[in-house]
């Protein structure tokens, strides 16, 4: 048998060994539950999910708390609670797969066209919008994009408010004459 270098260190590892005793279930929960959830993430790869199985397992050993006879293992019985949980869990976890003649796809709205046709028509719009000079291409966006007032525009620009509306008005020329905004026409 040896004796401890240092009696202090060895006081110190002595209650990692204790085994404690709960009068009753709040009180183990109250005292375990960090560990045991750390125990349920590692078994999950989302946190609610670790919750849930936490939250699941002790409600088994809850369900069982006047049979266990030692609760000095009720730690092991609450992990093994949660490893057979998760293995059910995964288990269950299946997705139905049905064959069909027909894809299933969303009936169109009235009023929308093509989601696709409508990105086409976006991405032209902005190609449009970069070739204007950029006095007018920065009046532009903060006009129809960031929905400001002509006043408001002016205001963040440091010009008159006919400025902005002579400005605008060029470009929305411009972008009227733009060829590859002609097609969508």
């Not at 809850?62 to 000095?72: G, K, L, P, T």
């Not at 093509?114 to 070739?131: F, N, T, Y």
């Not at 006009?143 to 008159?160: C, F, H, I, K, N």
Request: net charge positive; aromatic share 6%.
């Amino acid at each position: 048998m040896t004796t401890p270098v240092c009696t202090s260190a060895s006081a110190a590892a002595a209650p990692a060994r204790q085994t404690y005793s709960y009068p009753s279930f709040a009180s183990y929960v109250r005292a375990r539950q960090p560990v045991l959830l750390r125990t349920a993430r590692s078994l999950t790869a989302n946190p609610s999910d670790a919750e849930d199985l936490l939250q699941t397992a002790l409600t088994k050993t809850y369900v069982a708390w006047e049979r266990i006879e030692d609760h000095r293992a009720l730690d092991g019985y609450v992990r093994r609670a949660l490893l057979n949980t998760r293995t059910s869990q995964w288990r269950k976890r299946r997705v139905d797969e049905f064959v069909c003649d027909e894809l299933p796809e969303p009936e169109p709205v009235p009023g929308e066209g093509d989601p696709a046709e409508r990105q086409a028509l976006h991405d032209a719009m902005w190609r449009a919008i970069a070739r204007l000079p950029a006095r007018q291409r920065a009046m532009v966006v903060l006009r129809y994009y960031e929905d400001l007032s002509e006043a408001q525009t002016a205001e963040v620009l440091g010009v008159s408010v006919g400025t902005v509306k002579s400005a605008v008005s060029r470009a929305l020329g411009k972008l009227r004459e733009d060829p590859e905004l002609g097609l969508v026409r």
